[in-house]
C-alpha cells in the first residue's frame, strides 16, 4: 500500500522528527514487523533506539504499538489531521 502523499509531507515537515523516526516509520509501514526486534533489524538499528523512536511516533500520532502476546507489534497510523485533509481533497476532487 501506497503512503498517501499529504501523510508523507506532514511526515517530513513536522519538526522533531528525523531520519531514524522516518526510516523506523516507513520500515513499519512497507514491511509490517512482527515485533520491535523484526523492526530494528529491517531498520538496521538498535532495539532500544527503535523502541525511543516508535514512542515519539506514537506520541506524535503516527505509530501504535499494540500488545500481540508476549511482543509489541509496531503498526503506521496515518494521523486524524492528514485524514481530514485527505477527505476534503476527495471532495473537491469528486
Known amino acids: 500500500m501506497v503512503i498517501p502523499d499529504v501523510a508523507v ?3 517530513l515537515a513536522e519538526p522533531g522528527i528525523g531520519s ?3 526510516a523506523v516509520y516507513f520500515v513499519v ?3 509490517h514487523p512482527d515485533c520491535l526486534s523484526d523492526l530494528s533489524r529491517m531498520a538496521r538499528v538498535a532495539r532500544s533506539t527503535t523502541a525511543r523512536a516508535c ?3 506514537e506520541a506524535r500520532g503516527w505509530l501504535t504499538l499494540m500488545a500481540d502476546g508476549k511482543r509489541i507489534r509496531p503498526v503506521a497510523l496515518i494521523p486524524h489531521r492528514c485524514q481530514a485533509q485527505m477527505v476534503q481533497s476527495l471532495e473537491t476532487a469528486y
Do not use: I, K
Open 55 to 57: 514512542a515519539d511516533l
Open 20 to 22: 531514524v523516526e522516518l
Open 29 to 31: 509501514w512497507a514491511s
Open 9 to 11: 509531507r506532514e511526515l
